[in-house]
């Protein structure tokens, strides 16, 4: 125990006055004599006794009550645990996500909470210590330290932001400069805040956990169309993922579907705890027309993600060009036919249009048995974007070698036709494809042409693991013509799905039903555009972000500390290209939290991380006191200081 004042402990002296006043009495003595005092003697010798008692306790009232009277001017107290920093500078990491929206027992937001105990943090420390409020979106306030007024200025503007940031990148910015203390106040997602450990030992780090009371959510966690390449009018199924995570079951929970702010649909489901639910919407496309999807649930206390948003473009065309030979089947053109899909083109190998094969979205080198030099030029430039090649029945080996890339081997004598190998359903290429996936299911019959080597990926194989169908660095290529003495695949039900694949697959810029907030950029296709025509994000706000041509494409900067949920359409002076629905990332959702066991195993075994266990505002301010200024003790001298002088009364009052 310490002393503030240790000068007042001299007056401990003025202990003596009492001892001295009861010590002696100085009141004269008047004696008077009696006859008979044998009866008055008695009655003397019993009251001095209880006299005695009760001038002991007054003494002993008076002692008490001027000790404890010094001890509260000289103002003793327990010596705090931890000091400040040497360099007065303090960083207060205030993780503001969406998950600190989560209700604290006393029914405030975490969030709330987490700002209360910043205020706290800044009143405890000396005036001319130096802050740094880092959030989630590292603003460029966030570079320099600030008074405490600056930093409360700061602190009353905190908003929810869309970005979650992970301890390593936290540990980055709080340490770019300087040793400063660290005060890291977060709810300690374990989604978003990771597996990493604090490693850093030139700062002191203080964790101080902020533990909402119910973390139990229920969110839609993707959604995704049967079919994103259907055209106008045609109907579709957009298919809906909701997740529970927490350990009870949700009965009866109403979903909902609106398109254009219009009510289109409403489902009942039901979803286990800790578990997945999907649900699936029947839906008509409107051709020509921007759609806005909105799926929506009721859960609560957490609401944030409580709606998914969805677009839907108007389709456009995929552009099909087939560069046939003079033998070709007619299978290209069967395929790709439907008008209301592909905008298709055939040329003869004599007369190719040169223009059209760079603006396609798919070339097929339908049976060419040579490539002439204009059109390896072509190839191997990458000015053609995706490719199928499908061989003929005599071809020179050199040519295709210096368009494929492979290691093209010849076949003298096919081998009688085969069924291929079932194709492997773990390959991204037929993600969607199947309903039903089985290992028994019915392949087409083929033999190869030539053949490349071991291909591990390759989307469809023979009998003896050679593949039969692969995809290349830019596009597609086949073992064998589409002729029926080499094969009876064009006429099996597989040929439609994948030839519709390999055009779908081809198509990179169509835009996707969503984003997340968290993605850096957005690709959108500008083949009308001048380089210089500048497009914005219209929603909300109206916003003209960072962005840059190249080849064809405008690449947009995602705001994504400006925008907020929801749909954006993308926007010249005179037209409109797109619309763009923002969903924040899914990890914000996962609400489970790090216990203090598992803090203390990311804090490792550094002796500069400390953590505290705040409660109520009251009691973090008590703790973060009682570490940085120690246990001040004068309240309870002088409590006890009155309720002695009280005593003191009390004995000469009631004490007979």
């Known amino acids: 125990m310490s002393f503030a004042y240790p000068g007042f402990l001299w007056a401990l002296f003025t202990l003596v006055i009492p001892i001295l006043i009861h010590l002696f009495n100085f009141r004269r003595v008047q004696k008077i004599f009696f006859s008979n005092t044998r009866l008055l003697r008695q009655v003397k010798e019993e009251t001095s006794k209880r006299r005695k008692i009760k001038y002991w306790l007054i003494l002993l009232s008076r002692l008490l009550f001027l000790f404890f009277l010094v001890m509260a001017f000289a103002q003793p107290y327990f010596p705090a645990s931890e000091q400040f920093s040497a360099s007065k500078n303090v960083v207060l990491y205030l993780d503001n996500s969406y998950s600190m929206s989560a209700p604290m027992p006393d029914k405030t937001r975490a969030l709330d909470a987490a700002s209360s105990y910043i205020s706290e943090i800044i009143k405890t420390f000396p005036q001319d210590t130096r802050y ?52 890291f106040i977060s709810d300690f997602q374990k989604s978003t805040i990771g597996n990493s450990i604090i490693v850093d030992t030139t700062t002191q780090w203080r964790l101080i956990p902020v533990q909402a009371s119910n973390t139990n959510n229920i969110f839609i966690d993707s959604a995704w169309f049967d079919n994103p390449y259907l055209s106008g009018g045609e109907k579709n199924r957009l298919n809906v993922w909701v997740r529970n995570d927490g350990n009870q079951n949700a009965e009866h929970l109403s979903i909902k579907l609106t398109i254009n702010n219009v009510l289109a649909a409403t489902a009942t489901l039901s979803v286990p705890g800790n578990g997945t639910t999907t649900t699936a919407f029947d839906i008509s496309t409107n051709p020509g027309q921007f759609q806005e999807l909105r799926i929506s649930i009721q859960d609560f206390p957490i609401s944030f993600d409580n709606e998914f948003f969805m677009a839907m473009m108007p389709l456009q065309r995929l552009k099909i060009v087939e560069v046939r030979g003079g033998q070709a089947s007619k299978y290209i053109e069967s395929v790709y036919g439907n008008h209301q899909l592909f905008e298709f083109k055939s040329f003869s190998v004599s007369y190719i249009d040169f223009t059209a094969l760079e603006s396609a979205d798919l ?19 990458g000015r053609i974007k995706s490719y199928l090649i499908v061989p003929a029945r005599q071809i020179k080996f050199s040519s295709y070698q210096a368009v494929i890339g492979l290691n093209l081997q010849g076949i003298d004598k096919p081998a009688p036709k085969e069924k291929l190998s079932a194709p492997d359903f773990r390959n991204p290429f037929f993600e969607n494809v199947f309903e039903e996936k089985s290992e028994a299911m019915d392949m087409p019959l083929a033999t190869k042409l030539f053949q490349w080597g071991n291909d591990p990926s390759a989307i469809l194989k023979l009998r003896d693991g050679s593949p039969y169908l692969s995809k290349t660095a830019k596009g597609f290529v086949l073992a064998s013509p589409l002729q029926k003495e080499f094969t009876d695949f064009p006429q099996h039900a597989l040929f439609v799905p994948v030839m519709y694949r390999m055009a779908a697959m081809a198509k990179q810029d169509l835009q996707r039903p969503y984003y997340f907030l968290s993605e850096n950029f957005i690709s959108i296709p500008s083949d009308s555009l001048a380089p210089e025509t500048p497009v914005k994000l219209s929603g909300l706000k109206e916003i003209i972000p960072s962005q840059r041509y190249v080849a064809g494409k405008i690449f947009i900067d995602v705001p994504k500390f400006t925008l907020s949920p929801g749909f954006s359409y993308i926007t010249t002076k005179t037209d409109t290209l797109g619309l763009l629905a923002f969903n924040l990332n899914k990890d914000e959702s996962r609400m489970e939290m790090m216990a203090l066991p598992e ?58």
């Open 132 to 183: 740094k409020l880092l959030t989630n979106d590292f603003a460029p306030s966030s570079n320099n330290y600030k008074t405490k007024a600056e930093i409360t200025d700061l602190l009353s503007q905190v908003r929810f932001s869309n970005i979650s940031q992970s301890l390593v990148e936290i540990q980055k910015k709080a340490v770019s400069t300087g040793r400063p203390d660290i005060f």
């Open 363 to 381: 070339v097929v080198f339908n049976e060419l048995p040579d490539f002439d030099e204009s059109v390896r030029q072509l190839l191997t430039s």
């Open 599 to 656: 803090l203390r195993k990311m804090a490792g075994s550094n002796k500069n991380v400390s953590i505290f266990e705040p409660g109520s505002r009251q009691a973090f301010s008590n703790e973060i006191k009682a570490r940085y200024l120690g246990e001040p003790l004068w309240k309870y001298c002088l409590a006890f200081a009155l309720m002695f002088i009280l005593a003191e009364i009390l004995l000469i009052r009631f004490l007979k």
